[in-house]
C-alpha cells in the first residue's frame, strides 16, 4: 500500500462458576496483553502496538473463521482519531529512509501504528455496498495535514477526501494494470476479506488484516481549511479497508480469527505522477512511479494463495484448481494530469453496521 511521495452456551446457575470465569477471563486477558502487545510487520522484524493514541488492548476479541455476510448487503462505517502514517510495510515514503524523509516528524516507519495525529477532529464515514450493484458504495474523510510537502498538501491545512468511484484503472492512468481476480470478481467492493500477511493476498510485508470491507476507486481531495472549498486534486486512487490486525499464527493453525488489534479504517489515497519533476527523486517512468504500492521484491507478486496445488476438491464436491492468478497486483497509481499526493490515515476509534436498504442493524 503505498509510496513514492512525500514529505464469543450454557447458562451458569451459581455465582462459584462465574466467579471461576471472571478469573479466567482476567487471566487470558492479562496473557493476551502480554503475548500479543508485538506482531510481525516485516521478515526479521517485530513492531510493538502500543505506539500513540493506540486504543485500549482490552477491546481485542477472538471470533470464528470470518464467513460470508448474513446480516445484509450493506456496511456503515464510521472512524475517528486518525493518524498520518509514513509506511505501511516496507514502502516507506515519509519516515527514516524514506523518500521523503521527515526526520523531526515521524521517528518509525514499517508499522501500522507508527504516525502522527491527523487532527482531533478527523472523521471517517463511509458506506459499503457488497459487490457494489446498486452503486451505493461512498465515503468520506476529513484530515489535518502534519506535513507539507508540495503545493497540494500543507501543514496545518485540513483536507476532505471523497470516493468519485470504484473503478480500478482511471480514464487517466499513464499505464493501466491487472486487477487482481479477488477484487475484480466484486466490482472493488467486498466483506470479510484476508488481506496481506502470509496471505499473499494484495501484499505480505503488511501484517495480515481481516476486513469487515474493502474498496479500491479514486478519490477527488479538497482543502477545506477555514471555509475553503478548493479542489487540489480530482483523480487519486484509493484503497480502503475497515479491518483488524490479525494473529496469524492462530489463523494457520487452527482457522481461528483471534484479533489482535481493534477495528480500524485504513485509508490511502495516492497518486505518483510520472514524467514530472519530483524534488529529490526527479522525473519517474510510469513502471517506477508505480513500483511502490506493493514493491517488485513483494512475494505476492508471483505467489498464489498459501495451498498447494493442484488442489483437487474433495466429495462430495468435484473438480480441481490447477493453479490461480497471482493475488497481488501492482496498483495503477500513476496518473500523469493530476499532482503528486500520498495520505495513509489510520483512523483509530471505528463502529460499524450491518444492514441492507433503509434497514441497517448494528454488528458486533
Known amino acids: 500500500m503505498t509510496d513514492t511521495y512525500r514529505n464469543t452456551s450454557t447458562t451458569r446457575t451459581t455465582s462459584k462458576r462465574n466467579i471461576s470465569?471472571?478469573?479466567?477471563?482476567?487471566?487470558?486477558?492479562?496473557?493476551?496483553?502480554?503475548?500479543?502487545?508485538?506482531?510481525?510487520?516485516?521478515?526479521?522484524?517485530?513492531?510493538?502496538?502500543?505506539?500513540?493514541?493506540?486504543?485500549?488492548?482490552?477491546?481485542?476479541?477472538?471470533?470464528?473463521?470470518?464467513q460470508p455476510n448474513t446480516s445484509g448487503t450493506l456496511l456503515k462505517a464510521n472512524g475517528s482519531k486518525a493518524l498520518f502514517e509514513p509506511a505501511a510495510g516496507l514502502s516507506n515514503v515519509f519516515g527514516p529512509k524514506g523518500?521523503?524523509?521527515?526526520?523531526?516528524?515521524?521517528?518509525?516507519?514499517?508499522?501500522?501504528?507508527?504516525?502522527?495525529?491527523?487532527?482531533?477532529?478527523?472523521?471517517?464515514?463511509?458506506?459499503?455496498?457488497?459487490?457494489?450493484?446498486?452503486?451505493?458504495t461512498a465515503y468520506e474523510a476529513t484530515y489535518t495535514a502534519p506535513v507539507t510537502y508540495g503545493p497540494d498538501q500543507i501543514k496545518g491545512h485540513t483536507y476532505k477526501i471523497t470516493l468519485t468511484d470504484t473503478n480500478w484503472n482511471s480514464t487517466g492512468a499513464a499505464k493501466p494494470t491487472r486487477q487482481a481476480e479477488f477484487t475484480k470478481l466484486i466490482n472493488n467492493v467486498g466483506f470479510n476479506q484476508i488481506q496481506h500477511g502470509a496471505s499473499h493476498v494484495d501484499r505480505s510485508d503488511v501484517p495480515q488484516l481481516s476486513d469487515n470491507a474493502f474498496l479500491y476507486g479514486h478519490t477527488q481531495v479538497t482543502d477545506i481549511t477555514n471555509g475553503n472549498n478548493t479542489v487540489v486534486a480530482k483523480d487519486v486512487f484509493t484503497h480502503v479497508m475497515v479491518a483488524h490486525v490479525m494473529d496469524e499464527h492462530a489463523y494457520y493453525r487452527s482457522m481461528k480469527d483471534l484479533a489482535m488489534s481493534p477495528t480500524m479504517v485504513f485509508l490511502f489515497a495516492i497518486n505518483i505522477p510520472s514524467g514530472t519533476p519530483l524534488p529529490g527523486v526527479g522525473t519517474l517512468t510510469p513502471d517506477k512511479a508505480q513500483s511502490f504500492t506493493p514493491l517488485a521484491s513483494d512475494v505476492s507478486m508471483k505467489s498464489p494463495p498459501q495451498f498447494k496445488y493442484p488442489v483437487n476438491m474433495p466429495a462430495p464436491s468435484t473438480g480441481s484448481i490447477a493453479a490461480p492468478q497471482s493475488q497481488s497486483t501492482t496498483w495503477p497509481v500513476d496518473n500523469p494530469k493530476q499532482p503528486l499526493f500520498f495520505t495513509f490515515l489510520v483512523f483509530q476509534n471505528a463502529a460499524i453496521n450491518y444492514g441492507s436498504t433503509g434497514n441497517m442493524t448494528k454488528s458486533g
Do not use: R, Y
Not at 516528524?105 to 501500522?112: E, H, P, R, W
Open 21 to 66: 470465569k471472571l478469573k479466567m477471563t482476567g487471566v487470558i486477558s492479562s496473557i493476551l496483553l502480554l503475548s500479543l502487545a508485538i506482531f510481525s510487520a516485516a521478515p526479521g522484524k517485530s513492531v510493538v502496538l502500543a505506539q500513540q493514541q493506540q486504543p485500549s488492548m482490552s477491546m481485542m476479541s477472538s471470533s470464528s473463521l470470518p
Open 99 to 136: 523518500l521523503f524523509p521527515f526526520t523531526n516528524v515521524f521517528t518509525c516507519a514499517n508499522a501500522l501504528t507508527c504516525g502522527v495525529s491527523a487532527g482531533n477532529d478527523s472523521n471517517f464515514t463511509g458506506t459499503f455496498e457488497q459487490g457494489n450493484k446498486n452503486h451505493m
